[in-house]
C-alpha cells in the first residue's frame, strides 16, 4: 500500500515536504505524531493523528506516538489565544498510561513485527536537560528571525484580543523541534505528522535535524477537520466527544457520528475508517440513490464505535437507538443499563409519583390520568387507550383499567408511556 496515495484519496493531505513520498518507497520508515496529555482520554479531535498512524503501520512504517509529557508542561500556541495550564508529573502519567491503552486499540505496539509501535514521552528526555544546556546546544542552531516568522507566533503577535505570547511559548517549537532531532537520533525518525496547524513546528524539527546533524527529514500535515456548516468538529452541546465511556458513553459516541451531515459523513468516512476506496464508493451511489436510509453514517457510526470501543457496544448502541425510533420491544428496553436509558430519553417530560402507590398496584387510568399529568383528564386516557394508543414499557395497554404494580418499573426506578407514535413520557418513582 502506497501510504501517501491513501492518504491523498482520503482527503488527509494539506501539506507534505519535499522528498517525503520518495522516501517512503525507498525504505521501512519511522514517522511520529505528536499527542497532548492534558486529559486521561483522547477526544475525537486526536483520531485523524491516530488514523495517520494506523495507515502508516499499514503501510509497512513504524509509527512512533510521542505523547507529550514536557510540551504539555508548556502549551502550545497554535491556534490557542491563550496559555494553558501545566500539569504534575503525577497527573501527565497516569494520562499517559489511558492514552496508550487507547492508542492499542488501532496500532500494533506488542508484536514482533519490525513496524511495531512505540509509545515515548518527552519528558523522559527532556527533564534531565538544564535549561543552560538547552539554549547552548539547540538554541543557537535556530534564529530568532526564523522563528518569528512562524504563522503561529505571528498570529499571537499581532492578535489584538491576545494576551501576548510569553517566552515559554515562544520556546515551544524549539522543544518540539528537538523531540523530533532526538527520535532521528534514537529512533532514525525521519518523518514528522500532524495537523496544518503545526506545520511551523515541525518544519523547526526538520530545519534543527538538518543544522545540527546534517541528516535529511520531512513533513507531512493533514487538514484541520471542520463540518459542512462551517462549526467546530467534535464539538457538541456538552464539550467534546471522548474516546473513554467515562466521558461519552458508546450510545452517545455512536449518536454522534450517526447523526453527522451528507456532506460531512462522505468525508469523515474516508478519514475516521480503513474502508476500500471502492466499499466507501459503493456507499456513497447507495447514499444518493437512497439518502432517507443514511447508509454513509450507519456504516461510519458503526466503524467507529467497533474500533473505539467493541461490537457488543455497537449492538447495544444500536439497539437503544431503535428502542426510541424503532419498534423494539420491553425486553430491549429492560436490557438498558441506567445511563443508556436516561440518555436515550433525554429530554423527554417527566413526572414523579410515590412508589408506595405501586405496592398494592394501581389502574393505569389513575396513574396517568390522575397520579400523572401524562393525560388531561380519566376520560381522555380511557378514549385513547380504547383505541391502542397508550403503551406501557413499550408494550399496548390491553385495558385502560390494567394494573400497573413494582413489575413495570425499569432500572427499579422508572416507567416508560407512549401516548400515540412519537410522545414519550417518563415516570420517576420515588
Sequence with gaps: MNFVEELKWRGMIHDMMPGTEEQLQKEMTSAYVGIDPTADSLHI????????????QRAGHRPIALVGGATGMIGDPSGKSQERNLLTEDILRHNQNSIKNQLAK?????????????LVNNYDWM??????????DIGKHIT???????????????SESSTGLSFTEFTYQLVQ???????????????????????????TGTELIRRKSGGEAFALTCPLITKADGGKFGKTESGNVWLDRRYTSPYKFYQFWLNVSDADAEKYIKIFTAISKEEIEVLVAEQTEAPHLRPL???????VTIMVHSEEDYNAAVEASGILFGNSTSEALKRLDEETFLQVFDGVPQFEFDRAELAAGIKAVDLLGEKCAVFPSKGEMRKTA?????????????????????????????????????????????
Aim: aromatic share 12%; net charge positive.
Design 45 to 56: 479531535g486526536h483520531l485523524v493523528g491516530v488514523m495517520m498512524l494506523k495507515h502508516f
Design 106 to 118: 488501532f496500532l500494533d505496539f506488542t508484536s514482533d513485527a519490525p513496524n511495531a509501535a512505540i
Design 127 to 136: 527533564k534531565e536537560f538544564s535549561f543552560l544546556a538547552f539554549i547552548r
Design 144 to 158: 530568532v528571525n526564523y522563528m518569528m516568522a512562524k504563522d503561529s507566533v505571528k498570529k499571537r503577535l499581532g
Design 177 to 203: 523541534g528537538y523531540d523530533f532531532l532526538h527520535l532521528y537520533n534514537e529512533y532514525g525518525c525521519k518523518l514528522q505528522m500532524g495537523g496544518s496547524d503545526q506545520w511551523g513546528n515541525i518544519t
Design 297 to 303: 453514517q450507519k456504516r461510519l457510526a458503526k466503524e
Design 386 to 430: 380504547q383505541g391502542g394508543g397508550v403503551s406501557v414499557n413499550k408494550e399496548k395497554l390491553a385495558a385502560f383499567d390494567q394494573v400497573i404494580d413494582e413489575s413495570a418499573l425499569l432500572n427499579d426506578k422508572y416507567i416508560l408511556v407512549q401516548k400515540g407514535k412519537k410522545n414519550y413520557f417518563l415516570l420517576l418513582a420515588k
